[in-house]
């Protein structure tokens, strides 16, 4: 029983690669069945694919709150991510501070990632403390030891 036509192709639409195989394509001429259902289907992706900036560099996505100072430091991305989204992607983003910090923390120190999941693919982007965050004082312990 034979296979049918097989179309293996790549069309660039709006900047965004799109790569697709036709499989078992019928008919008089099945290649140029397998043609057309490419571009059928390439015209379908090409309105329902974007791609867009969603972190920008230097974005607040968090901060610092010392409780010994009236200071708060806020977190920043040092890259920004540019990702194809499509209609129902699921993008989420989660701080993820490092647990072996040390205070005192310098300004511009990379202290993290902000992990975003975009579909079925995961991206950190280092994040840094916009300013200094000092240790806490003598008196500031010394009161909140008991």
């Keep these: 029983m034979p296979a049918g036509a097989n179309f293996v192709f790549d069309s660039v639409q709006n900047g965004i690669d799109i790569i697709g195989v036709i499989f078992g394509a019928e008919g008089k001429a099945p290649l140029m069945t397998a043609l057309k259902?490419?571009?059928?289907?390439?015209?379908?992706?090409?309105?329902?694919?974007?791609?867009?900036?969603?972190?920008?560099?230097?974005?607040?996505?968090?901060?610092?709150?010392?409780?010994?100072?009236?200071?708060?430091?806020?977190?920043?991305?040092?890259?920004?991510?540019?990702?194809?989204?499509?209609?129902?992607?699921?993008?989420?983003?989660?701080?993820?501070?490092?647990?072996?910090l040390k205070l005192p923390i310098k300004a511009n120190e990379e202290i993290g990632n902000l992990v975003v999941k975009h579909g079925d693919n995961t991206t950190e982007l280092p994040v840094i403390a916009t300013q200094n965050i000092e240790s806490p004082g003598f008196l500031y312990k010394l009161k909140n030891i008991f």
């Design 37 to 100: 259902e490419a571009i059928n289907l390439t015209d379908m992706l090409k309105n329902q694919l974007s791609y867009n900036q969603i972190i920008n560099k230097n974005q607040p996505v968090g901060y610092i709150e010392l409780p010994w100072s009236n200071k708060k430091a806020d977190i920043i991305t040092t890259k920004e991510l540019q990702i194809v989204t499509y209609p129902g992607m699921n993008v989420s983003y989660t701080l993820d501070i490092s647990k072996n």
